[in-house]
């Protein structure tokens, strides 16, 4: 929290004490012309409200339109402050709950829990107001996505073992192209807004840095599952082209294009499919991406514009007429897209709507043994929700395996 440069809630402590309800309420508007100073206030006010202070009952109003406020974890996310509108939102469910009125205890208990869906107390409190409210379906399907959350964190799925390779030419090749993709190679600095700039190859080994100049962010152990798994469905005759639907600067999918070139493939195509615009802003049809914590389309680091892709794929030799650009967002690209089968088919759109939009558009697509990979799923909880959503509504227990702390995949079944 900043500085409180309004009254504060001592202060505000002090006027109500004496039963100064007009006093207490000027104190309290005021405390609004500072967004520190009032959400102290706010939760100093609901946690008041709970203790049924009249003098706090006269502020209900002004505690609602400061949830405003709360409403946008897009503005708050980023500076690790999250917790802090989400200790509001509980308390103001709690707040309503005590004075009966469900609805709203709903709402500041959904929003709370679309926040942090891995978390037993909203999801326990969402579960338990929705029961009161006589909402059973809503209740179980919350109970249904809160376990599946919890009991399916990437920490509790069998791990990849990362096979080493011969040293053949065509190995040889691949390993420099994983090593290159990546920058291992000479080791570039790291953006800011991931922490140490410094290179640090453990960051880079698993993905968990954003290089400067890479063509891949994925890190080396996700390069060598692509890899493996492009080697996998043409040693298993699996048929299909490949996508990756989010390519950033398209590291990831010259590998893959790499890989067919090195085994002499030609008749599979690689589709590279972004906005090439860096990620869109929370998308209305989903309530669960409107909830996001992530401010990912902010971030001008995250764009990379199709020219400098297709420049990208030209610099390694491999750019042909094999290689299909998709440009523009997912749920407008991919439902009509001109693709047969896939073999491999990547997810990194790190959003709850980029993910789901193109399990729903591509996955039929996918042959009996193909591979489905999401890049996020350890690390951003929407991926998670929507990869978790989608093999729900489809039924698809096909075992997952982690490949890092981050990536997921699984081979779909016949
Ligand atoms: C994390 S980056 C991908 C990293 C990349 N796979 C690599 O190897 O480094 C996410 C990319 O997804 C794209 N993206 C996310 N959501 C999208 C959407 N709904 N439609 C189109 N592109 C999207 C962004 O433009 C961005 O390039």
Redesign the pocket.
């Known amino acids: 929290m900043g500085n409180v440069t309004g009254p504060s809630a001592s202060d505000w402590e002090a006027v109500a004490s004496q039963g100064d309800v007009d006093g207490a309420r000027r104190m309290f508007v005021a405390s609004l012309q500072d967004l520190a100073g009032a959400r102290a206030m706010f939760i100093h006010l609901a946690e008041a409200l709970l203790r049924n202070d009249p003098i706090a009952a006269a502020h209900v109003r002004e505690v609602e339109i400061l949830l405003g406020f709360a409403d946008s974890p897009g503005a708050i996310a980023g500076n690790g402050a999250e917790a802090e509108p989400l200790r509001a939102k509980m308390i103001l469910g709690h707040m309503y709950r005590g004075l009966g009125r469900l609805t709203e205890a709903c709402a500041a208990f959904r929003c709370a829990y679309d926040w942090r869906p891995d978390l037993d107390e909203p999801a326990g409190m969402l579960i338990q107001v929705l029961q009161d409210s006589g909402n059973a379906a809503g209740a179980a399907e919350v109970l249904r996505e809160h376990s599946a959350i919890k009991l399916q964190p990437i920490t509790s799925l069998p791990r990849w073992t990362r096979p080493e390779t011969s040293p053949d030419a065509v190995s040889l090749y691949l390993d420099l192209l994983e090593k290159v993709?990546c920058n291992w190679i000479y080791g570039d600095a790291s953006h800011p807004s991931y922490g140490d700039t410094k290179f640090d190859p453990a960051r880079r080994e698993i993905g968990r840095d954003l290089p400067v100049q890479a063509?891949?962010?994925?890190g080396l152990r996700r390069l060598r599952h692509l890899r493996c798994a492009v080697e996998a469905v043409i040693d298993e005759d699996i048929s299909g082209d490949f996508l990756?639907?989010?390519?950033?600067?398209?590291?990831?999918?010259i590998l893959m294009k790499g890989v067919l070139a090195a085994r002499g493939v030609n008749d599979r195509r690689v589709y590279v499919?972004?906005?090439?615009?860096?990620?869109?802003p929370p998308?209305e049809r989903f309530q669960k991406d409107l909830a996001t914590l992530h401010d990912?389309f902010k971030r001008p680091e995250?764009?990379?514009s199709l020219e400098s892709v297709r420049a990208n794929f030209e610099k390694y030799g491999l750019l042909d007429d094999r290689v299909v650009f998709v440009e523009?967002?997912?749920?407008d690209?991919l439902p009509g897209l001109d693709v047969d089968r896939l073999a491999v088919l990547?997810l990194?759109?790190?959003?709850y709507?980029?993910t789901i939009?193109t399990l729903e558009a591509l996955y039929d697509k996918v042959s009996p043994g193909g591979f489905v990979i999401c890049?996020?799923y350890g690390a951003v909880l929407d991926a998670r929700r929507a990869v978790l959503d989608f093999r729900a509504s489809r039924k698809i227990e096909a075992p997952m395996t982690a490949i890092d702390s981050d990536g997921v995949f699984w081979r779909k079944e016949p």
């Open positions: 993709v063509h891949s962010m994925i990756e639907a989010g390519v950033w600067r398209g590291g990831a999918c499919a972004d906005s090439f615009q860096g990620l869109p998308d990912f995250l764009a990379a523009g967002l997912f749920k690209t990547r990194d759109g790190d959003l709507a980029s939009d890049d996020d």
